[in-house]
């Protein structure tokens, strides 16, 4: 059985900066597309930041120069490093696995075959 358990997310004023963790369990993540999307209230989860197997990696216009995606594979863990938060950056952030490689969509969370509970990041301005 797979399992997605995020952590990271706080309240931090903007400027500041997160990272927020993916722990994997009853799945390799570094076999797959996993990806990292968003949830603001009243709004479509969309997509931030996705990386395949060769961690060929996408991102959202929104957060180019600001986010990192990684994955280490002996921790079986996927990060979301965000710097230079923004107040429109708040939302619900989710980990997301897929069970293809390759070509990982971003625009399409319905893709993806598992998720976590996501956990809440909240910027001030």
């Known amino acids: 059985q797979v399992h997605l358990v995020e952590s990271g997310g706080g309240s931090v004023q903007a400027g500041g900066s997160l990272r927020l963790s993916c722990a994997a369990s009853?799945?390799?993540?570094?076999?797959?597309?996993m990806g990292w999307f968003r949830q603001a209230p009243g709004k479509e989860r969309e997509g931030v930041a996705t990386?395949?197997?060769?961690?060929?990696?996408t991102y959202a216009d929104s957060v180019k120069g600001r986010f990192t995606i990684s994955r280490d594979n002996a921790k079986n863990t996927l990060y979301l490093q965000m710097n230079s938060l923004k107040p429109e950056d708040t939302a619900m952030y989710y980990c997301?696995?897929?069970?293809?490689?390759?070509?990982?969509?971003?625009?399409?969370?319905?893709?993806?075959?598992?998720w976590g509970q996501g956990t809440q990041v909240t910027v001030s301005s």
């Open positions: 997301a696995a897929g069970v293809w490689d390759g070509y990982c969509y971003l625009s399409n969370p319905y893709k993806y075959n598992y």
């Open positions: 009853g799945y390799t993540a570094s076999n797959y597309c």
């Open positions: 990386i395949n197997s060769v961690r060929i990696t």
